[in-house]
């Protein structure tokens, strides 16, 4: 059974305060990502990452940092947290390739940030 | 670029009756379409996709969808609905066959009473 693991599940934190999330996925995958899910919007990607050391932008990067320091793991950073950021954050892993893994997504529990 | 429309944010219906959750695309070259289902308190759990091929695919949990170009559609449908189908349910698309392109919609929640 595939695994992604985030951590912390909720959290709550001050305005400009600098807050981590992190990702730990067992499934062996190539590609991670990092999504915010606001009322209204659906789900929204932030940054992904398809090799270790390396992330890229996604639709709404501005205000966000990511970190992949091994296949396994992947942080999003937030320095200067701002009340806009309060949501709940998905982090997910996939396949690299192939037209059998596309689109096939694999979630973790997301973790609830709340800004003060 | 692309888009993913789900114009409705809530559906209710009883238990036992057909369900079908809209869907809407917007791409100018072939879709790969998907449905991912959340239920309360849990993540998002991949449900079905299209990719190519029969039009009408079938999904985890007595799920199926049907692709219609000639609408840019590709709605869930289930029955009956069962009290426990209750959840949000999202479509996606990706473009290029790029993960990184999954566009979602913005969701239907399913309320199922029984």
């Known amino acids: 059974e595939a695994a992604v693991t985030q951590s912390p599940r909720s959290k709550v934190a001050v305005t400009g305060g600098k807050v981590t999330l992190s990702c730990h996925q067992t499934?062996?995958?190539?590609?991670m990502y990092w999504y915010r899910q606001d009322t209204g919007h659906g789900l929204r990607l932030i940054h992904y990452?398809?090799?270790?050391?390396?992330?890229e932008k996604g639709d709404i990067p501005d205000g966000y940092k990511a970190s992949r320091p091994s296949q396994e793991n992947f942080s999003l950073i937030l320095e200067l947290a701002s009340l806009s950021q309060t949501a709940v954050y998905f982090c997910?892993?996939?396949?690299?390739?192939?037209?059998?893994?596309?689109?096939?997504?694999?979630f973790g529990e997301g973790s609830k940030l709340t800004v003060l | 670029a692309q888009s993913v429309d789900q114009p409705d944010a809530h559906v209710t219906l009883s238990e036992g009756a057909s369900l079908e959750l809209r869907c809407s695309y917007s791409?100018?070259?072939?879709?790969?379409l998907f449905w991912y289902v959340q239920y309360p308190g849990q993540s998002l759990q991949f449900l079905l996709k299209?990719?190519?091929?029969?039009?009408v695919v079938k999904g985890t949990k007595g799920f199926e969808a049907e692709f219609r170009k000639s609408n840019s559609s590709f709605n869930l449908k289930k029955s009956p609905a069962h009290w426990s189908d209750s959840a949000k349910y999202f479509c996606?698309?990706?473009?290029?066959?790029?993960?990184?392109?999954?566009?979602f919609g913005k969701g239907t929640k399913l309320s199922v009473k029984s």
């Open positions: 997910a892993s996939s396949e690299s390739g192939g037209e059998s893994n596309t689109g096939q997504l694999y």
């Open positions: 996606a698309l990706v473009s290029g066959g790029s993960n990184a392109k999954l566009t």
């Open positions: 499934n062996n995958h190539d590609y």
């Open positions: 990452s398809y090799v270790a050391d390396s992330t």
């Open positions: 299209y990719i190519t091929g029969d039009t």
């Open positions: 791409y100018s070259a072939a879709p790969y």
